[in-house]
């Protein structure tokens, strides 16, 4: 999509751009890169919660006059210094994202914008517990929403094991957390759903869509979970590119 529409709703949404540099990279596991960013004018703006996402452009490679907007999750944010890490799995096959996040050093420049997404709050009745359905690109929200919520309830977490090395990369260990790694298929995980009882526990879905949508369905009409006790949020789609595009031309 160009910039027109596109650009018309993002300021009618008031979705400013921010500048943000690389400060530092490192490998966070095998798959998965971490860059330090900084974006003192953004973290001026706005007081993020670990875990929202920004909505970042990168420049598409194979489009030299465009760029393409991808959900990044903010994780270990310093206000003061104006500072967060962004973890990109290096996935295959590779987008412009993670094409562009495998090269990155520090000095490399992007832009994001940031909707001032909800950040979590507690359900009103005290939940039993919280079950997180995530694969490798949703680590960084689980491990976030871990760190504000394990002290208090049960935490289940079940991964989508899509491939040996993403093991590798860290999770939250605690008492109250329990970590189970389940074949990525919309079968497996629709029964694993079915078989659970769900009452008083809160799922957050962040997967891979087409595995996602049918354990949503059933949470919401079998399960009776109210809408607004899910979080559910498909971060990425097999087989295909995620998210808008911009020409730069445009920008
Ligand atoms: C709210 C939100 C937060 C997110 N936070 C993170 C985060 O912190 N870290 C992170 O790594 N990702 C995160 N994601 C997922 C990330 O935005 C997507 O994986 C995105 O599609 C990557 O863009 P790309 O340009 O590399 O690939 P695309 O151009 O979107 O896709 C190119 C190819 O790569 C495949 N692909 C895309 N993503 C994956 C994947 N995760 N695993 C395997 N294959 C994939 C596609 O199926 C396609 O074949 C988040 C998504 C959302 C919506």
Known sequence: ??????????????????????????????????????????????TPAEGEYLRCWFPDPDHPAKEVMRGYTM????????????????HQPAGPASRWAETAVAGDRFEASYYGSSPFSLPPNKPEGFIFVADAAGIPYVNAL????????????????WQPSHHQIPLRHH?????????????????????????????????????????RRYLLKEAKIP?????????????????????????
């Open 146 to 161: 871990a760190d504000q919520l394990a002290d208090s309830f049960p935490l289940k977490v079940w991964l989508l094991d």
């Open 175 to 215: 008492q109250n957390i329990t970590i189970e790694w389940i074949q990525p298929s919309a079968e497996t995980l629709l029964e694993k759903a079915q078989s659970t009882d769900w009452k008083g526990w809160y799922p957050h879905l962040v997967c891979e869509a087409k595995v996602l949508l049918p354990t």
């Open 75 to 90: 994780i270990d944010i310093d206000p003061k210094a104006g500072e967060f890490t962004l973890l990109f799995l290096l």
């Open 1 to 46: 999509m160009g910039r027109g529409i596109n650009g018309a709703i993002l300021k009618l949404l008031r979705a400013e751009d921010f500048p943000c540099t690389v400060t530092k990279t490192w490998m966070h596991s095998p798959t998965m890169k971490a860059l330090r960013i900084s974006s003192p004018e953004f973290l001026r703006t706005y």
């Open 227 to 251: 809408k607004d006790f899910m979080y559910v949020h498909a971060y990425w789609v097999q087989g295909k590119e995620m998210g808008k595009s911009r020409e730069l031309s445009d920008s």
